[in-house]
């Protein structure tokens, strides 16, 4: 038995499709997002952010953040 192979495009079409269908639109965005590169420097935001704090300022910092969501 021979199984036709899908294209590319075929197969991520497909995939979208069945992770919607069985865990929702919002999730399969979140499952996708993780396999997509970032875009800038993210060590060089992080010392531009904290640059002149201590730990304990920024731990203090991370403590009074609104969670997300």
């Excluded at 590169?37 to 992080?46: I, K, L």
């Amino acid at each position: 038995m021979t199984v036709p192979l899908k294209t590319l495009v075929e197969i991520n079409q497909e995939a979208i499709r069945v992770l919607s269908r069985e865990i929702g639109v919002a999730n399969t965005l979140r499952f996708i997002g993780q396999f997509t590169s970032g875009t800038g420097n993210y060590t060089e935001e992080r010392r531009e952010t904290y640059s002149g704090m201590d730990l304990d300022e920024i731990l203090t910092a991370i403590k009074h953040r609104k969670p997300a969501g």
